[in-house]
């Protein structure tokens, strides 16, 4: 081998990890931008359901002109939900949560495990009357299909990082699969924050 070809192989040895690096790196903010912009997709349309659901819920409590405090306590939640502005996203979703998480993990009972008062039921009522099964069908179909997106997209990825990288994005991805906690939407959020972060 020649001192010039020796040098350019030595010159080219030295540039591959940085270019690798710098391929994966190319990856995984795509993947990002990717992720990010579908995630933004499905919460606008969350959050428009959501406000078209609420609008016509506090509707129907209005026209019952009921001053039971905790019908009252509903109207001030969905008040403040009303006012949180739709562009905080996450802000946004939490505050709808907030005001109906009882109703959330049931066919609009309630909490099962609660005594279901005539207030509880009431509320139910309304939610049920306005699309409320349908839109938490809604969350899990674009849930599920937004998880698959990201993992498929996030598997190519995984070939472009080193042993330890590929380990800490599984592991961290695997969170995303465990019962309990944040619900999956949330999850799926929390990811794509942190793999816009990772190795920044």
Not at 83 to 107: C, I, M, P, R
Not at 169 to 192: D, H, M, Q, S, Y
């Amino acid at each position: 081998m020649s001192y010039r070809n020796f040098l350019v192989f030595l010159l080219f040895a030295l540039l591959t990890p940085s270019l690798i690096k710098s391929s994966g790196d190319q990856n995984r903010h795509r993947l990002f931008l990717q992720s990010n912009q579908a995630l933004q997709t499905i919460s606008d349309q969350l959050i428009f359901l959501a406000t078209e659901l609420v609008d016509n819920v506090v509707e129907d409590l209005l026209v019952l002109d009921s001053q039971n405090s905790i019908v009252l306590g509903y109207l001030d939640r969905f008040d403040a939900f009303t006012a949180v502005n739709a562009n905080h996203t996450e802000q946004k979703l939490s505050s709808f949560y907030g005001v109906v998480e009882d109703y959330l993990d049931s066919d609009t009972t309630g909490d099962p495990l609660r005594p279901s008062s005539i207030e509880t039921q009431l509320i139910a009522l309304c939610l049920q009357r306005n699309g409320f099964d349908r839109w938490k069908r809604t969350v899990q179909t674009r849930t599920a299909q937004l998880q698959k997106l990201i993992y498929r997209k996030l598997r190519k990825h995984l070939e472009t990082l080193d042993r330890e990288d590929r380990v800490a994005v599984e592991r961290r991805w695997k969170r995303i699969l465990t019962r309990g906690g944040p619900r999956r939407l949330e999850k799926l959020r929390e990811f794509v924050k942190w793999l816009g972060k990772f190795r920044d």
